[in-house]
T-cell receptor
Framework: AQKITQTQPGMFVQEKEAVTLDCTYDTSDPSYGLFWYKQPSSGEMIFLIYQGSYDQQNATEGRYSLNFQKARKSANLVISASQLGDSAMYFCAMRVYGGATNKLIFGTGTLLAVQP | DAGITQSPRHKVTETGTPVTLRCHQTENHRYMYWYRQDPGHGLRLIHYSYGVKDTDKGEVSDGYSVSRSKTEDFLLTLESATSSQTSVYFC?????????????FGPGTRLTVL
């Protein structure tokens, strides 16, 4: 079964420190994609970063990087130099194929609180 | 920001009444999706559309129907709302059905069924 697991319901981090949010996935499809979205308290879903299963290098977008370990089926999000504005819910998602289009399967999310 | 709007943004209704949520996009994207978000479940796909009048079921489609008569509009209908359909509903769009095209999300609709 295709599944995304986020085992950390909530985390704290001090401002300016780095933090890693865990995500493991399960799929038998050799081609897949992994996404991270941020949901601040205002409710909108904001795309952060993408990693394809065939990408050789870990994806990076500014302060966000994705630690992709294919053999372990993990796709952890690393946020460097945390800021107060990073406080939000973070969702890991996996693109799966089937039907007429790709679909996203989401994890249950990790609530990150950045402390001053 | 992707041009996606949802209406209404908030709605309170009673059990057994029909409800229609609207998603409108100005990006001319082919693919549109409806998700619901519930605590402990993340986002779950209800229905999606891959073109005008082309729709298919997602993971949690029971009790919901959709229609897409124009590229820009994707409607989600609860034929007879139940309390279990109290949730936050998100619409999303994507330009492509595959590859690394991310889905862009609307602002969400908070629906309460009493």
């Amino acid at each position: 079964a295709q599944k995304i697991t986020q085992t950390q319901p909530g985390m704290f981090v001090q401002e300016k420190e780095a933090v890693t949010l865990d995500c493991t996935y399960d799929t038998s499809d050799p081609s897949y994609g992994l996404f991270w979205y941020k949901q601040p308290s205002s409710g909108e879903m904001i795309f952060l970063i993408y990693q394809g299963s065939y990408d050789q290098q870990n994806a990076t977008e500014g302060r966000y990087s994705l630690n992709f370990q294919k053999a372990r089926k993990s796709a952890n999000l690393v946020i460097s130099a945390s800021q107060l504005g990073d406080s939000a819910m973070y969702f890991c998602a996996m693109r799966v194929y089937g039907g007429a289009t790709n679909k996203l399967i989401f994890g249950t999310g990790t609530l990150l609180a950045v402390q001053p | 920001d992707a041009g996606i709007t949802q209406s209404p943004r908030h709605k309170v209704t009673e059990t057994g009444t029909p409800v229609t949520l609207r998603c409108h996009q100005t990006e001319n994207h082919r693919y549109m999706y409806w998700y619901r978000q519930d605590p402990g479940h993340g986002l779950r796909l209800i229905h999606y559309s891959y073109g005008v009048k082309d729709t298919d079921k997602g993971e949690v489609s029971d009790g919901y129907s959709v229609s897409r008569s124009k590229t820009e509009d994707f409607l989600l209908t609860l034929e007879s709302a139940t309390s279990s359909q109290t949730s936050v509903y998100f619409c999303a769009i994507s330009e492509s059905g595959g590859g690394d095209n991310e889905q862009f999300f609307g602002p969400g609709t908070r629906l309460t069924v009493l």
